[in-house]
T-cell receptor, first 116, second 113 residues
């Protein structure tokens, strides 16, 4: 298996622009997680899905952030409009999703976002 | 909530055994203890998970005392490639929610030659 796939790997944009990050989970995994990592705040959970349904989005910073999972093999995280403080590495992870939140998560390589 | 506390950083030399302890005084009955490893510019990677006593795999050992209020990740004979950040997570079961996904600050292990 190719593992969790994220695109783009790097993104540089200007403040105010829309940014869309993409994730393809491991085939057969039913849970998907979006994290954000910065030096100041560490690794933070933004939102997670189970069977394509958002379960907990309380970590989404504000209305500028939105996430969707239209099917089992694809998810997007959108920031609109982007701000410099959104600069971070965004990770997507997936797990089998059999019910336990403590299942092993498999992380993607991350998207390094820089908002100028 | 079962908050975890780990040392911010540790230093070691190649060939030594490294033990990283995580405190989780408020661990719940159904909680598991999971450790992840993160190399620079990569996502975290699962190392080991346990509930009680001792668990061992090809990478590490996890020691959990009877009261489960702490756990120790043991890395035998570390090498330079073990330089990474190590995270301890506590949670489990259907009702845990996001607290099981709180990575915290982790422990930055630096292995020197």
């Amino acid at each position: 298996d190719a593992g969790v796939i994220q695109s783009p790997r790097h993104e540089v944009t200007e403040m105010g622009q829309e940014v869309t990050l993409r994730c393809k989970p491991i085939s057969g995994h039913n849970s998907l997680f979006w994290y954000r990592q910065t030096m100041m705040r560490g690794l933070e959970l933004l939102i997670y899905f189970n069977n394509n349904v958002p379960i907990d989005d309380s970590g989404m910073p504000e209305d500028r952030f939105s996430a969707k999972m239209p099917n089992a093999s694809f998810s997007t995280l959108k920031i609109q409009p982007s701000e410099p403080r959104d600069s971070a590495v965004y990770f997507c992870a997936s797990s089998l999703g059999r019910g336990s939140i403590q299942e092993t998560q498999y992380f993607g390589p991350g998207t390094r976002l820089l908002v100028l | 909530l079962a908050k975890t506390t780990q040392p911010i950083s540790m230093d070691s030399y190649e060939g030594q055994e490294v033990n990283i302890t995580c405190s989780h005084n408020n661990i719940a009955t159904n909680d598991y203890i999971t450790w992840y490893q993160q190399f620079p510019s990569q996502g975290p990677r699962f190392i080991i998970q346990g509930y009680k006593t001792k668990v061992t795999n090809e990478v590490a050992s996890l020691f959990i005392p009877a009261d489960r209020k702490s756990s120790t990740l043991s890395l035998p004979r570390v090498s330079l490639s073990d330089t990474a950040v190590y995270y301890c997570l506590v949670g489990g079961g259907r009702d845990t929610g996001r607290r099981a996904l709180t990575f915290g600050s982790g422990t930055r292990l630096q292995v020197q030659p």
